[in-house]
């Protein structure tokens, strides 16, 4: 059976201060399981970067194997793309990103992609710090391989086979955060209002952006006895905070006092309410993000949202100093100056 999204688009459809519709940010239909998080993950893309907005044609989509790999083809059709081999997105998107800086760079991997076969690539782009929004669309199992613990499966969790997981887990936040990612957060597929706006500022965050979602395989991973399932993540989620991301434009002021809600109207003429948090969370200091994280653990609970964010991070153009001027977009005579310039440059090193 052949499925085709109708080309009949209404006249009155919605549309961003760019002109373009929320369809125009969508992709092929997807071919995952019913239910599938991931589908939820790429609802959400959709979604912030229809809002942001950003131009579809200015995305790069960067994916390697897997289930959440193949979900680049359902959105942002009108985007490019790259699908690499098992594990080695991060070199296909640092060579793209040093060719040309001025697109947006968004990777989308899985547990196994980037905790098991790709974990060397995914520690040198966090501490190399590419200007990329990285999403993991994590399940805790192989779910193209019949269902296997992954190396993020808890330890003691159970698979739809039953075994318990006996090895330690692999947590992508905390290592994200030690290897100097200046943006790292976390996620539930099924909490939209969070997500969204998670996406929205780790696109607009200068630098690499983490966001580890824990998405529930529906067929493998979605027993009572795992903790990847909706069930437990709904039952053990606690979020660091709640809040929104605006782009920038003229400031909007306001007080209010901790733990009370303050409804907020924005340009748009839209109202978002405010809740604010404890003061006592730093979400810029690295200790306590690592502290929080390992304090939730112990008591059993998934810490969400922001879990640190560096404000002054600099991405690797920033780091090696590269030309201003896409490098993609270099004349010969930039390129190749001549043996004159060459000859300069050895005699340095005499």
Partial sequence: MTFVKPSFRHPNLPTNSLGYSRRDYEGAISTLCAGCGHDSISNAIVQACFELPIDPHKVVKMSGIGCSSKTPAYFLGRSHGFNSVHGRMPSIATGANMANRDLVYLGVSGDGD??????????????????????????????LTKGQDSATADRGSKSKKGVPNPFESIDLCELAIQLGAGF??????????????????????????????ISPCVTFNNTSGSTKSYQYVRD?????????????????????????????????????????????????????????LEAEKEKGRLLTGILFLDPESEDTHGILNTSLTPLNQLAEAELCPGSAALDEINQRFR
């Fill in 114 to 143: 980037t905790a098991s076969i790709g974990m060397g690539q995914f520690i040198h782009v966090l501490r190399r710090d590419l200007n990329m929004t990285y999403v993991v669309m994590n399940n805790g199992c192989y779910g």
């Fill in 184 to 213: 790292v957060a976390r996620s539930f597929s099924g909490d939209k209002q969070q997500l969204v706006p998670l996406l929205k500022a780790a696109l607009a965050h200068q630098g690499i952006a983490l966001i580890d979602v």
């Fill in 236 to 292: 053990h989620i606690e979020a660091t905070g709640t809040f929104d991301f605006i782009p920038l434009q003229q400031e909007i002021l306001t007080q209010y006092d901790e733990g009370t809600v303050q409804a907020v109207t924005m340009h748009d003429g839209s109202v978002i309410y405010l809740r604010k948090s404890d003061s006592s969370l730093d979400v810029t200091s690295r200790r306590q993000a690592l502290d929080l």
